[in-house]
């Protein structure tokens, strides 16, 4: 059996020791240890920071969040043709400002992307940092279009799309998770997990075939999506832009947490909904800021998400090293997606409530026609 397949990282984190004696002398269980999906503030090992510190870069974040707010919220402005809504500019900085903090919060003090299965070298530990919050930059004004004007516009999800292709290519270790991961196999308690060893070989070409498969993985979950709500509802629930930004997302994320973006975005709309109701009383929401909003909890939280055991035969990562299981899981996704569509069009056309869906154009959302 070739080396890549019986390391697991050595456990200072530094490095990768002899296969046969690290498995022999420290075996690796096949549970995640309750400690470590704890949330928790300790002196942190992953970016080389004490606990006061990995706060203080949060404040940091913070700071630098609202520098950069106003930029984006001109940057929305030139890619919408209607004005600004009052207060619009201030709670675009305000939004970047917390989500900047809270992005450094999640990532630095509290650790949320670090896992087992992937350790990054120091430089590309915080270069992955940086790509984050690219992403999180063109989420944030994807967003602002979005619930102005309903598109969002192919200048941000087109070249985001190839900038996190790119990045990850260039670099070749700023996955969230590598390409494949099989905790599946019978000795992985001595072993660790099964990787294949050209990951380890080809690094940048892993770096492009993870990022494509986010890519393409998000698109086609999306397109997919489209068709069926057009079947069931006979109107189109998302719209191009939609199918775009969850590619874009995808080439910084990979497929594994596409995933979960996908099945979180209706949770999420019920609290952006709720927000947007509120700061802006409108009675329709566009899907995108749902599926960034749920971008958004899986890059700030994936440790959690990635390594949560309910159960010794219940795990999420065990799941995506088995390729039935992921079939089932895609089947099951999408039947209870039909039969939530099919409720919404039985609930629009009883009339009790009046349902509203986005007339569809090339260019992304447009607004509801009136």
């Known amino acids: 059996m070739s080396p890549t397949r019986l390391l697991a990282p050595s456990a200072n984190g530094t490095g990768i020791g002899s296969a046969v004696l690290f498995a022999r002398r420290v075996p690796i269980e096949s549970r995640v240890p309750k400690d470590s999906l704890r949330v928790q503030i300790v002196p942190n090992s992953f970016f080389h920071l004490t606990a006061d510190q990995a706060c203080w870069s949060s404040v940091i974040a913070f700071v630098i ?14 890619l919408c043709d209607a004005p600004p809504r009052r207060h619009e500019t201030l709670i675009t900085t305000l939004a970047a400002g917390f989500l900047f903090a809270l992005g450094t919060f999640a990532i630095v003090a509290l650790e949320g992307q670090r896992i087992h299965e992937v350790i990054p070298s120091v430089v590309w530990r915080n270069g992955r940092l940086v790509s984050h919050f690219v992403l999180l930059t063109l989420l944030i004004t994807a967003t602002a279009t979005d619930l102005r004007e309903y598109i969002i516009p192919d200048w941000i999800t087109y070249p985001g799309t190839l900038l996190g292709v790119s990045l990850a290519t260039a670099s070749g270790d700023v996955q969230l998770i590598h390409f494949w991961v099989d905790w599946n196999h019978p000795l992985v ?19 492009l075939a993870w990022s494509l498969a986010g890519a393409a993985s998000g698109a086609g979950i999306t397109w997919l999506s489209r068709l069926i709500s057009s079947f ?18 995808g080439s910084f994320l990979g497929w594994q947490p596409m995933v979960f973006v996908f099945l979180l975005a209706p949770f999420c709309g019920i609290f952006v909904g709720l927000v947007v109701k509120t700061m802006f009383n409108r009675p329709y929401v566009p899907y995108g800021p749902y599926l960034s909003a749920a971008a958004l909890v899986v890059l700030f939280f994936w440790k959690w998400i990635w390594q949560w055991e309910p159960t010794p035969r219940v795990s999420i990562r065990k799941l995506f090293g088995d390729i039935p299981s992921l079939a089932i899981l895609a089947a099951v996704s999408f039947i209870l997606m039909c039969v939530l569509l099919g409720i919404a069009r039985w609930w629009r056309g009883s009339g009790l409530v009046t349902v509203k869906f986005p007339d569809q154009s090339p260019s992304g959302d447009e607004p509801p026609s009136q």
């Open 189 to 207: 308690t001595v072993m660790g997990p099964d990787i294949p060893e050209w990951i380890k070989l080809h690094p940048h070409l892993h770096g």
């Open 65 to 78: 969040g609202l520098a950069f707010g106003p930029l984006i919220a001109a940057w929305a402005n030139r």
């Open 232 to 249: 069931v509802l006979g109107q189109e629930a998302m719209g191009l832009g939609d199918v775009t930004l969850m590619a874009m997302i």
